[in-house]
């Protein structure tokens, strides 16, 4: 059974980059793609972009310029950068596996990590 | 950008109900739609995908259907435990978005 954890620092500083990583166990990062998706306390789901087993990746366009995926197949893991942060970006972070040669869609979530941007 | 509007936004029913929530895309995604449950403080979870098939290990209370622009996710039978916010997802075009939720509360 494919477990997904999201880990990186809760607090982030005004104009400093976040960086959270998502590890998989029970399934190889190589046999799926792979999604980043952010909640604000009280709102809904934004997605911020998907990456391929090949490492290309999609990525929202209202946040394209600042974020960065990557994976790490050595580690079964794959990480989320995002750059210039301000308090809009305060959110859970949710790293999702996602199923499905068309209509692909997120199957499974890891538990999701506050990160807060505050100086 | 694919504008998904969820109606209503909030619904109150009760147990043994039948609820219907909708979802209407700002134009045409075929069939692939998505809905998710999601409760406070837990990921979202799928329920069914490409409008109408029923993910694995979901109680079969729950359907739905469309295609196009409008879709439907009905629970025939309302349980205790169907409390939550449930969200449709566009996954036709980037960017994937999603409706703004529709929040379901237990009368």
């Known amino acids: 059974q494919v477990q997904l954890q999201e880990s990186g620092p809760g607090l982030v500083k005004p104009s400093e980059t976040l960086s959270l990583t998502c590890t998989v166990s029970g399934d190889s990062i190589s046999n799926y793609y792979w999604s980043w998706i952010r909640q604000p306390a009280g709102k809904g789901l934004e997605w911020i972009g998907r990456i391929y087993p090949s490492g290309s990746t999609n990525y929202n366009p209202s946040l394209k310029s600042r974020v960065t995926m990557s994976l790490d197949t050595s580690k079964n893991q794959f990480s989320l950068k995002l750059s210039s942060v301000t308090a809009a970006d305060t959110a859970v972070y949710y790293c999702a596996r996602e199923s499905g040669v068309t209509g692909t869609r997120p199957d499974c979530w890891g538990q999701g990590t506050l990160v807060t941007v505050s100086s | 950008d694919i504008q998904m509007t969820q109606s209503p936004s909030s619904v109150s029913a009760s147990i043994g109900d039948r609820v219907t929530i909708t979802c209407r895309a700002s134009?045409?995604?075929?069939?692939?739609l998505a809905w998710y449950q999601q409760k406070p403080g837990k990921p979202p979870k799928l329920l069914i995908y490409?409008?109408?098939s029923l993910q694995s290990g979901v109680p079969s209370r729950f359907s739905g259907s469309g295609s196009g622009t409008d879709f439907t996710l009905t629970i025939s039978s309302l349980q205790p435990e169907d409390f939550g916010t449930y969200y449709c997802h566009q996954s036709n075009s980037f960017p994937i978005t999603f409706g703004q939720g529709t929040r379901l509360e237990i009368e």
């Open positions: 490409t409008s109408s």
């Open positions: 134009q045409d995604i075929y069939s692939w």
